[in-house]
């Protein structure tokens, strides 16, 4: 089986970086998702890991340490906008299903 | 292509009624998925189609739920006398063939209330 842990809430500042951490340990792991998700709304791709390092998109870097069972999102210039539920996710080793943490509750702060 | 539809939106329904919901993934995508999402909890996994063959189903899948998929296009999730503790978001997502980096884009989900 899969498990995923991650921060329940984290609050953070407009304009500032803010790191949401997540580990996991798996059965089988074929890569790791990182999605938002509004209050209402249906979770959004982020990114994906699947080798160890940095992946960066604009304001939105993730990291995976597959030995160390690793991952965390790196938000940056922080707008209010991104206030949201970020979840992090693990693909199954025949890739066919998500396992997902609870979610972190991230609120930015003017 | 508008993505993944998802109908209702919304459901209220009395304890012991059926309830179904309808599916449209993204056209061409021939996996889709079933997750039930709770309030401040991430989405959990319920069941998986590649084409209308149903490949892999959750123990949280209990004998009340059945999936159907017929023509590998839309999907549809019934759930039979429905209980109190079946009240969550309904999400269905989609994935285009082959695998990879594939991200599952998710539809807007059904909010089912059982009262």
């Known amino acids: 089986g899969q498990n995923i842990d991650q921060p329940t809430e984290m609050t953070a500042t407009e304009g500032a970086i803010v790191q949401i951490n997540c580990t996991y340990q798996?059965?089988?792991?074929?890569?790791l998702f990182w999605y938002q998700q509004h209050a209402g709304e249906a979770p959004t791709f982020l990114s994906y890991?699947?080798?160890?390092g940095l992946e960066e998109k604009g304001r939105f870097s993730s990291f995976l340490s597959r030995s160390k069972g690793y991952s965390y999102l790196l938000l940056k210039e922080l707008q209010m906008k991104d206030s949201a539920s970020y979840l992090c996710?693990?693909?199954?080793?025949?890739?066919?299903?998500?396992?997902f943490g609870g979610g972190t509750r991230l609120m930015v702060k003017p | 292509d508008t993505g993944v539809s998802q109908d209702p939106r919304h459901k209220i329904t009395k304890r012991g009624q059926n309830v179904t919901f309808r599916c449209d993934p993204i056209?061409?995508?021939?996996?889709l998925y079933w997750y039930r999402q709770t309030l401040g909890q991430g989405p959990e996994f319920l069941t998986y189609?590649?084409?209308?063959?149903?490949?892999?189903k959750s123990r949280l899948l209990s004998d009340r739920f059945s999936a159907e998929r017929p023509k590998g296009s839309f999907s549809t999730l019934e759930i039979q006398r429905t209980e109190q503790g079946d009240s969550a978001m309904y999400l269905c997502?989609?994935?285009?063939?082959?695998?990879?980096?594939?991200?599952?884009?998710f539809g807007p989900g059904t909010r089912l209330t059982v009262t």
């Open positions: 890991n699947v080798l160890d």
């Open positions: 996710a693990v693909r199954d080793r025949a890739g066919n299903m998500l396992t």
């Open positions: 997502a989609s994935t285009p063939p082959g695998g990879g980096m594939d991200e599952q884009y």
């Open positions: 189609f590649q084409n209308e063959a149903q490949l892999e």
């Open positions: 056209s061409e995508h021939n996996r």
């Open positions: 798996t059965s089988g792991f074929n890569g």
